[in-house]
C-alpha cells in the first residue's frame, strides 16, 4: 500500500482565455496563447486528476491509512464540485450547439 501525498489542496482556477477577440484582429490560429481544444483538455485532465486524488484518499482512509479525515472529505468535494463544473459546462456548449444546428439558413 502506497501513502497518499497530504500536500496542501489548491484552490480550482479557471483557466484564463487570450484577451485577443476578432474586433481586435487577432486570427483563429494566433499563437499569442492556448486554443479552446488545449485549454478544454488541460480542464478535463485535471478534473481527472481530482477524481484520482479523492479516489486514493477515500482508498487510504478506509484501509487505516495515516490520513486525516477532514482532508479526505475536502479532496472528495472539491473533486465532485469540479466534475459537477465541468458537467454544467458540458451542457450549455451542447446547448448552444444545439441552437446553432437549428439556425435555418
Do not use: W
Request: hydrophobic fraction near 45%.
Amino acid at each position: 500500500m502506497t501513502p497518499i501525498n497530504a500536500s496542501p489542496i489548491s484552490p480550482i482556477q479557471a483557466p484564463t482565455l487570450p484577451s485577443a477577440g476578432v474586433a481586435g484582429g487577432a486570427s483563429a490560429g494566433s499563437a499569442s496563447g492556448p486554443s479552446f481544444k488545449d485549454l478544454l483538455l488541460d480542464s478535463i485532465q485535471n478534473v481527472n486528476h481530482m477524481q484520482v486524488e479523492a479516489d486514493q484518499a477515500v482508498e487510504a482512509l478506509f484501509t487505516g491509512g495515516d490520513v486525516n479525515p477532514a482532508e479526505v472529505l475536502t479532496a472528495v468535494q472539491k473533486a465532485d464540485l469540479a466534475f459537477r463544473l465541468t458537467m454544467q459546462i458540458r451542457n450549455k456548449v451542447m446547448d448552444v450547439y444545439q441552437e446553432i444546428k437549428d439556425i435555418r439558413i
